[in-house]
């Protein structure tokens, strides 16, 4: 199953360009127009892009120092970038080494659950906010997009004032956990767990955490995306692309939403297919889009596998070492 998935993230890609309507030698041009610097500083938005993530990780993990946050980061994202459903395997090592580290089990999940809940929300809020962007200018070419970004925007609010109701009052979080129950019990399923249980024992799990940390998790998550998007930019202009912000928005949203697709690794393939397709609505030259969304590519996915075994390997090594030394020095061997 991995390796028709990789399979068909790669064909993806391989034909991306004949999907936009251009052939790899167009690309090249494009490509060899970018210097040196211009790499160097869309990298340094890419590394300034894993320490606002950190943020959010160490704001989960109350204990946890940026520099293992970034750490964990590059795993996960290694792992995340290679095999479908590859974030179960960034959470095994990401609790091998938090273990390592000295962290407890239930911090860990609590840590699993917070980042979890904040990415899903941050991720599928950003599509109602692209096409929201575009119904502020006056865009949108079809009255449906705006419908559907008002609908999408009131039922994330409606989801977020819920988990709000249920962390702070353990009534809400009783009663939504009834109303689970009733939906789950008409569904065609035989393992019918109580979902008020679990919602109550996540409750009092992450009550914590996000009362206390929820600012630092927001503004982390705030400023990954940002800078991301800043990133996505970046990309398009080095390439040729000179669209508006508004336009530059809606097609980062449509691709970072799309990573969430379990159908190749980080929605490879799938998500670089639809954002292309979305700048070519938007009027895009065929050679820019492609180019741009294989660099933007580069960067949010292919860049993160080395990096991230990289960072595998680093720890590993580190932490046999800090296996085989003595306690007394043990305190002194960080990463």
């Given amino acids: 199953m991995s390796l028709i998935s990789l399979a068909l993230a790669a064909t993806l890609i391989v034909f991306l360009p004949r999907i936009a309507g251009v052939t790899w030698e167009e690309l090249y041009d494009r490509f060899s127009q970018i210097g040196w610097g211009t790499m160097a500083v869309l990298t340094g938005l890419w590394v300034a892009g894993l320490c606002a993530y950190s943020v959010v990780l160490s704001g989960s993990l ?15 994202s290694g792992v995340s ?36 809940v904040w990415n899903m929300l941050t991720r599928f809020l950003l599509p109602a906010v692209g096409l929201l962007c575009l119904v502020g200018t006056g865009r949108v070419p079809d009255s449906r997009l705006a419908v559907a ?78 800078l991301q998007c800043v990133l996505f930019i970046g990309c398009l202009q080095v390439t040729g692309g000179r669209i508006p912000i508004p336009e530059a928005v809606a097609a980062f949203a449509i691709n970072r939403v799309l990573t969430t697709a379990v159908i190749t690794p980080g929605g ?38 080395p990096v991230g075994w990289l960072a ?24």
């Fill in 149 to 226: 970004a008002g609908t999408g925007g009131a039922l994330l609010l409606g989801v977020v004032a819920a988990m709000s109701a249920s962390l702070y009052r353990e009534g809400a979080a009783d009663l939504l956990g009834r109303g689970l129950d009733r939906v789950v019990k008409r569904l065609p399923i035989k393992s019918k767990p109580s979902l008020r249980d679990v919602l109550l024992d996540l409750r009092s799990s992450t009550i914590e955490i996000t009362r206390t940390k929820w600012p630092q998790l927001t503004l982390g998550m705030i400023s990954y995306m940002a």
């Fill in 268 to 305: 490879s393939g799938i998500s670089e297919s639809a954002t292309a397709l979305a700048l070519l609505g938007f009027g895009v030259a065929p050679a820019v889009a492609a180019a741009a969304v294989l660099l933007f590519w580069f960067f949010a996915h292919l860049i993160e596998i």
């Fill in 312 to 335: 595998w390997t680093l720890w590993s090594l580190t932490a046999r070492n800090d296996k085989r030394a003595p306690a007394s020095q043990r305190s002194e061997i960080r990463l």
């Fill in 81 to 116: 970038n290679v095999l479908p459903f590859g974030g179960a395997v960034g959470v095994a090592m990401t609790f091998t080494m938090t273990a390592r580290w000295g962290f407890g089990r239930r911090p860990v999940v609590v840590s699993t659950v917070v980042t979890g």
């Fill in 62 to 76: 109350p204990g946890l120092s940026r520099r293992r946050a970034i750490l964990i980061n590059c795993v996960g």
